[in-house]
């Protein structure tokens, strides 16, 4: 050991080492953190972001607030009536002390939902399950609420604009030009109202939500375990969605349990920066586990050749890089840059064809969005009803598209919101998440919480961000379970903020 301590190479690594630790990157990388931080405090956007709207300042003094506190508890206020008169027989039922267990328990419950919505094979899904589950769990997280007459269903935490995003999503249930066919849509929506309510209300401590987040990571965890393996067995090219003229060296696009490749990438962008997060600021030995998780959805997400996932997924760790760490940003980009020439043909050709005007998946999609432009045009106010199917038959209706590849949805998550809720209800919904967004940045800046949940937070946001990139092009919510996980974030965003204000661990 002390011969190569004596030697030119211990020597020479030595000096690159601490030109590297103290030298010109790490100055470079030092006044471009002060720089952004600055940029950032002085800018426009930080003075309004800091402060809190009218109408989120006004919320809890809202009529509006008052009377949807007084419906979600008027379940657990009905129940207190029946329980106080037959106290003794309700606490001797073994049915009910069962049910009362359960409704302590909701986050378990909530746990192992998420690990079943990840790895049970689409052929083998209902949709219905997600509601199903939902309502009981919503069902014995009542019964739970009886016996504390001060325990309460909360909804200062989700906010104005959400609760306006919910209404806008029921009025245009009620005023839908085909009710019938968004009867279906308005049931997704409302698993995921009720996944939100849950998770915010029943999450009391750190090591609840860990044990949340812990199970989802074991769902994204086996389903990226599986994905390789498909691409490990050999899957054929699927036509549907390869061009082949133009991905001639393309191998089959992996989907492990979700059958469109495109919805997993979508999954994948939105639950794998948590792993990463949990591997640098996570505890205890459960870190590298963490880091395999990281390591493993990455590489299933790569073997997707999802070219907007990759965009948003690199841009959501990138802005997980800014958020905690900003000192290492131009690290990060000059890593891009040297990886591009090395990358594998396939994959650079891949996302080379994202300016290949020849490529029919991105082609056939210009009379997709000039319909729905058209539809929007008609009225932007009011949108045609809740549900791809209503637009789909508006857009028929009208004679609006004009293709040989047929219509399936807006192929935009703000394009279909608008078409379906109108502008204010896109506004509702982009309220909601930004939102949610400017208060983890809040909370984050303001150091309150430990590191860990500030790295949850953090880790949310960058999925957010990254899914709502990807959602200019696609449309997300399409798959209803990506539609339940992408609600999952954020109420995991959610809860994590009112924890770290809390300093609940």
């Not at 909701?106 to 689409?122: D, E, K, N």
């Not at 209404?167 to 849509?185: G, K, N, P, Y």
């Not at 036509?239 to 490749?261: A, E, H, L, T, W």
């Not at 590849?405 to 204010?424: D, R």
Request: aromatic share 14%; glycine share 6%.
């Amino acid at each position: 050991m002390e011969l190569f301590k004596e030697s030119i190479m211990y020597k020479l690594m030595s000096k690159i080492y601490c030109c590297l630790q103290y030298g010109y990157l790490n100055e470079l990388c030092g006044r471009f953190s002060l720089r952004v931080k600055r940029i950032w405090l002085e800018s426009a956007t930080a003075r309004v972001l800091s402060r809190q709207g009218r109408l989120a300042a006004g919320w809890t003094h809202s009529i509006a607030y008052r009377l949807l506190t007084v419906i979600f508890n008027a379940i657990p206020w009905f129940l207190r009536l029946i329980y106080e008169p037959l106290k003794g027989l309700w606490d001797s039922s073994l049915i009910l002390r069962a049910i009362g267990y359960c409704g302590d328990s909701v986050p378990v419950l909530l746990s192992w939902f998420f690990l079943a919505l990840l790895i049970i094979p689409q052929e083998y899904w209902n949709n219905a399950y997600s509601l199903a589950a939902m309502l009981l769990v919503f069902s014995v997280y009542n019964v739970s609420l009886v016996k504390d007459k001060s325990a309460r269903i909360e909804l200062k935490s989700v906010g104005v604009y959400a609760a306006a995003f919910a209404a806008f999503v029921l009025l245009f249930f009620v005023i839908s030009t085909d009710r019938a066919a968004s009867a279906r849509f308005l049931l997704f929506h409302l698993t995921c109202m009720l996944a939100v309510l849950l998770i915010v209300n029943s999450v009391k401590s750190r090591k609840e939500l860990i044990r949340i987040v812990d199970f989802s990571m074991a769902g994204l965890f086996i389903s990226s375990v599986f994905a390789i393996g498909q691409r490990i067995s050999g899957i054929e090219v699927n036509k549907i969605y390869v061009d082949i003229s133009v991905n001639s060296n393309m191998p089959g696009r992996v989907f492990s349990f979700f059958q469109n490749p495109n919805s997993y990438a979508m999954l994948l962008v939105l639950l794998t920066p948590l792993a990463g997060a949990l591997a640098v600021y996570g505890k205890g030995k459960k870190r590298f586990l963490y880091a395999v998780v990281f390591v493993v959805s990455a590489a299933a997400l790569t073997m997707t050749y999802s070219r907007g996932a990759w965009a948003g997924f690199i841009l959501g760790i990138f802005v997980f890089v800014l958020i905690m760490r900003p000192i290492l940003a131009p690290a990060f980009v000059l890593i891009g840059v040297f990886i591009l020439p090395i990358l594998p043909d396939a994959i650079y050709n891949r996302m080379m064809t994202s300016f290949n005007e020849k490529d029919t998946s991105i082609t056939s999609r210009k009379p997709v969005y000039k319909a729905v432009w058209k539809l929007i045009s008609q009225n932007p106010f009011f949108g045609s009803g809740l549900g791809t199917d209503t637009i789909k038959s508006a857009i028929k209706r009208h004679d609006l598209y004009h293709s040989a590849t047929p219509y399936i949805h807006a192929h935009s998550l703000y394009l279909e919101l608008t078409a379906e809720l109108g502008v204010f209800g896109l506004l509702a919904a982009l309220g909601t998440i930004v939102s949610g967004i400017k208060n983890g940045l809040l909370t984050i800046f303001g150091k309150r919480g430990p590191k860990e949940l500030q790295a949850v937070i953090a880790a949310c946001i960058a999925a957010l961000v990254g899914i709502l990139l990807c959602s200019i092009m696609d449309y997300p919510w399409s798959f209803p379970r990506v539609m339940v996980v992408f609600w999952y974030v954020f109420a995991l965003l959610i809860v994590s903020i009112k924890l770290a204000k809390e300093n609940n661990g």
